[in-house]
T-cell receptor, first 123, second 106 residues
Framework: EVQLVESGGGLERPGRSLRLSCVAS????????MHWVRQVPGKGLEWVSS????????DYADSVKGRFTVSRDNAKNSLYLQMNSLRTEDSALYYC????????????????WGQGTLVSISS | DIQMTQSPSSLSASVGDRVTITCRAS??????LSWYQQKPGKAPKLLIY???YLQSGVPSRFSGTGSDIDFTLTISSLQPEDFATYSC?????????FGPGTKVDI
C-alpha cells in the first residue's frame, strides 16, 4: 500500500524558515518524480514544486521560486521542501504527491497524496 | 501561465442524476488534463488522466472527454459517495495549473 506521510509544518513568523518532509512507502521511491502541492483551507489547489527521480531536474511555481528548495533522499525514501523567507501567503496545507508514472518532469499527474502538513505564517 | 476555469462553480444534484462538469484552458493543453476528487478534510484523489483515461479503481460511472481547450467530467449516475469537489489540472506545460474546483452537493 502506497503511503506518504508529511511532517514539519507549524506556526512560524514571516521571514523565517521551515523544512517539510515526506516519507514514502509501498512503492519504489526512486522510480518516480515527486511533487509538492498546497491548498489554502477552503480554496483551490496550487502546484508548488516538483523533482525528478534523480534530483537532476527541479521546478517551482513562480510564487516560491528563489525561496523554496525541493530535494529528495532516495536512500531514505524521503522528499523535502526547504521553505525560506516565508510570507503570510505561504500559509496552506502542503501535500506531498507521487507521480502517476513518470520519473522525469514532463506531463505529470499525481496519483497518491499524503494527508498534508499545515503551515501557518503569522506575526 | 495557462489559466484553467471550471463551470459551474457549484451544483446541487440528487442520487442517480447525470452530472457534467466543464473545464476550459486559456491555451491548448492537448490531452494533458486530469481530474481530481476531493472530499472535506481529505487529500485529492486522481480520477481521470490524459483527459479520458480512468484511473485504476475508479468506478466506471466517471468519464472524461475533451482535448485542446475544452474538457468535460461526467458522472453518469451520482452516488452518495460522489458528493465532493472536483478539480481539473493541466500538465501540458509548467507551471501545471488547477481549476478552481466544482463543488457537487445534495
Amino acid at each position: 500500500e502506497v503511503q506518504l506521510v508529511e511532517s514539519g509544518g507549524g506556526l512560524e513568523r514571516p521571514g523565517r524558515s521551515l523544512r517539510l518532509s515526506c516519507v514514502a512507502s509501498g512503492f519504489i521511491f526512486d522510480d518516480y518524480a515527486m511533487h509538492w502541492v498546497r491548498q489554502v483551507p477552503g480554496k483551490g489547489l496550487e502546484w508548488v514544486s516538483s523533482i525528478s527521480w534523480d534530483s537532476r531536474s527541479t521546478d517551482y511555481a513562480d510564487s516560491v521560486k528563489g525561496r523554496f528548495t525541493v530535494s529528495r533522499d532516495n536512500a531514505k525514501n524521503s522528499l523535502y521542501l526547504q521553505m525560506n523567507s516565508l510570507r503570510t501567503e505561504d500559509s496552506a496545507l502542503y501535500y506531498c504527491a507521487k507521480d502517476f508514472g513518470s520519473s522525469v518532469l514532463r506531463h505529470n499527474y499525481f496519483d497518491y497524496w499524503g494527508q498534508g502538513t499545515l503551515v501557518s505564517i503569522s506575526s | 501561465d495557462i489559466q484553467m476555469t471550471q463551470s459551474p462553480s457549484s451544483l446541487s444534484a440528487s442520487v442517480g442524476d447525470r452530472v457534467t462538469i466543464t473545464c476550459r484552458a486559456s491555451h491548448s493543453v492537448g490531452r494533458y488534463l486530469s481530474w481530481y476528487q476531493q472530499k472535506p478534510g481529505k487529500a485529492p484523489k486522481l480520477l481521470i488522466y490524459s483527459a479520458s483515461y480512468l484511473q485504476s479503481g475508479v468506478p466506471s460511472r466517471f468519464s472524461g472527454t475533451g482535448s485542446d481547450i475544452d474538457f468535460t467530467l461526467t458522472i453518469s449516475s451520482l452516488q452518495p459517495e460522489d458528493f465532493a469537489t472536483y478539480s481539473c489540472h493541466q500538465s501540458y506545460t509548467s507551471p501545471g495549473t488547477f481549476g478552481p474546483g466544482t463543488k457537487v452537493d445534495i
